[in-house]
């Protein structure tokens, strides 16, 4: 058993009944309301909603294009280390798994950037596993350096840290921290995280905040949807979201949404989320939180990121390698952390975008802005 509890403004408990039996009525109102907050979006969640899911997308679209053009940000995930200290039963980097370890070099960390900007892009997030001997933090802030005098945006992907890291991390040049929390259910979190710094519910729970007091200016949110009941981790990733934007009102926020998907280990979910459903999450994110980027990841295949880009979704990675070194050496032996789906080139992802109306930007000028205090 755990002494851990979802924190009270987190809990999705109250608004669970509404995400299950809202009816057609209500969708509508949640579809009409100004202010949507979690009894709308609850109500967005329902089985009468996915029902309604062309006026969802109607809606979604429109709010897309009101408060982000037509454009898509594009960025590359880089993995630094497949070294990891931790648990996580449903990943195949687990401290468990054999396969091949790998860490980046300095000569391979300077290749990789350079393969990366060839290919036009801008904005890079760094990924380690679990804090190791091998890829530590004096490491991770070292290739954010690195990664920060060729890119205009560096965000990293990995342990949780404390406030003064976070602080570390920003003036070496990073500008955000995306942590999932994986699942918020107290109890399965414990389950499933079964060694490692990462099974502290609460220190991942609150890394977000400690990021952005640290300095940094963006957190990105998600869930690993499939794991625990869907509807309870939306409706609390939703809560979590609302909760650090009263918090910390200048920083900048996005969400993503990550499906589980078989790994080494052979884990299997317990909770199906299929492309139905996981369209309909990121609609019913974007009614309720229209300015907050929504990103979706090159997990899911080509038809479905064409259907969602620009319809909520506004951030995608594009040409992913999952595997340490993989952008400057084809085919780079070790293992990715997941399955690439879309496995399209920079070019091919643009030309689709573009015959969809949408324009592709590089370069995130929010960091830049910033950056300069304009
Ligand atoms: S999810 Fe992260 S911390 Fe957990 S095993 Fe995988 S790489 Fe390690």
């Known amino acids: 058993m755990t002494s851990e509890r979802i924190p009270k403004d987190l809990d999705p408990t109250p608004w669970l009944e509404t995400a299950r039996s809202a009816d057609e009525a209500d969708?509508?109102?949640?579809?009409?309301c100004e202010m949507p907050d979690v009894r709308e979006f609850g109500a967005l969640l329902s089985?009468?909603?996915?029902?309604?899911?062309?006026?969802?997308?109607?809606?979604?679209?429109?709010?897309?294009?009101?408060?982000?053009?037509?454009?898509?940000?594009?960025?590359?995930?880089?993995?630094?280390s497949n070294f990891c200290c931790g648990g996580c039963v449903y990943c195949g980097f687990a401290s468990d798994r054999s396969l091949?370890?790998?860490?980046?070099?300095?000569?391979?960390?300077?290749a990789e950037l350079e393969a990366l900007k060839k290919k036009g892009l801008e904005d890079v997030l760094l990924l380690t596993g679990e804090r190791s001997p091998q890829a530590n933090y004096p490491f991770l802030k070292e290739c954010v350096a690195k990664a920060a005098r060729r890119f205009h945006n560096v965000t990293v992907e990995s342990f949780a840290m404390t406030q003064a890291?976070?602080?570390?991390?920003?003036?070496?040049?990073?500008?955000?921290?995306?942590?999932?929390?994986?699942?918020?259910?107290?109890?399965?979190?414990?389950?499933?995280?079964?060694?490692?710094?990462?099974?502290?519910?609460e220190s991942r729970l609150d890394a977000p905040a400690r990021a952005l007091a640290g300095?940094?200016?963006?957190?990105?949110?998600?869930?690993?949807?499939?794991?625990?009941?869907?509807?309870?981790?939306?409706?609390?990733?939703?809560?979590?979201?609302r909760d650090l934007q009263r918090r910390f009102w200048q920083a900048g926020f996005s969400v993503s949404f990550p499906r589980i998907c078989p790994q080494t280990?052979?884990?299997q979910p317990a909770h199906i989320v299929d492309e139905r459903l996981l369209a309909q999450a990121i609609l019913a994110f974007r009614i309720c939180l229209p300015d907050?980027?929504?990103?979706?990841?090159?997990?899911?295949?080509?038809?479905?990121?064409?259907?969602?880009?620009?319809?909520?979704i506004t951030r995608m990675s594009v040409e992913s390698r999952t595997t340490v070194g993989g952008y400057h050496k084809a085919g780079a032996a070790?293992?990715?952390?997941?399955?690439?789906?879309?496995?399209?080139?920079?070019?091919?992802?643009?030309?689709?975008?573009?015959s969809k109306g949408l324009e592709p930007v590089f370069k995130n000028w929010d960091a830049v802005f910033q950056a300069t205090g304009a």
């Open 27 to 32: 969708v509508r109102r949640a579809l009409g």
């Open 265 to 267: 280990g052979g884990y």
């Open 215 to 241: 300095g940094l200016r963006t957190v990105g949110l998600g869930a690993l949807l499939g794991l625990a009941d869907p509807l309870y981790d939306l409706i609390a990733l939703y809560r979590h979201v």
């Open 100 to 110: 091949e370890r790998r860490r980046m070099g300095a000569q391979e960390m300077e």
């Open 292 to 312: 907050v980027p929504l990103v979706l990841s090159t997990r899911e295949t080509e038809r479905f990121r064409n259907g969602m880009a620009g319809l909520g």
């Open 47 to 80: 089985p009468a909603a996915s029902k309604l899911l062309e006026e969802l997308a109607a809606r979604a679209q429109a709010l897309t294009r009101r408060h982000f053009g037509r454009t898509i940000s594009l960025y590359a995930p880089l993995y630094l």
């Open 165 to 201: 890291e976070y602080a570390g991390l920003e003036q070496a040049g990073c500008t955000g921290a995306t942590l999932y929390q994986e699942t918020y259910d107290p109890g399965l979190y414990l389950e499933l995280h079964r060694w490692g710094p990462k099974r502290n519910y």
């Open 334 to 354: 070790n293992e990715g952390q997941f399955e690439v789906q879309d496995q399209r080139d920079i070019a091919a992802f643009c030309g689709m975008l573009r």
